[in-house]
């Protein structure tokens, strides 16, 4: 089973950018579908944006614009760019592996990314 490390997380000030890294221990070419998913606390857990080995993406309302996910087979790691941060992207954001969107879903621990107004 594929094991997933997160990075990148951190404090930042509102408007500010962090890139997380989402790196994987087998080829991410065998998983069809990647995402970022974020929780704050209180809130359940949202998906933030998914990408496909074929290059679909799909980003919740509240980020399009401002972030970007993309991945690198060669380096078996996913990344979410993330722009123009706002308080309310304060959560711990988690990558997660599918091979589709049928399948079970292998989970990373998480990166705390804290935004300050």
């Known amino acids: 089973q594929v094991q997933l490390v997160e990075s990148g997380g951190g404090l930042v000030q509102a408007g500010g950018s962090l890139r997380l890294s989402c790196a994987a221990s087998r080829k991410i070419s065998k998983y069809n579908v990647m995402g970022w998913y974020r929780q704050a606390p209180g809130k359940e857990r949202e998906l933030v944006a998914l990408i496909t080995t074929g290059g679909g993406l799909n980003y919740a309302d509240s980020v399009k614009g401002r972030f970007t996910i993309s991945r690198d087979n060669a380096k078996n790691t996913v990344y979410l760019q993330m722009n123009s941060l706002k308080p309310e992207d304060t959560a711990v954001y988690t990558c997660?592996?599918?091979?589709?969107?049928?399948?079970?879903?292998?989970w990373g621990q998480g990166t705390q990314v804290t935004v300050s107004s």
């Open positions: 997660n592996a599918r091979r589709s969107l049928a399948s079970a879903a292998t």
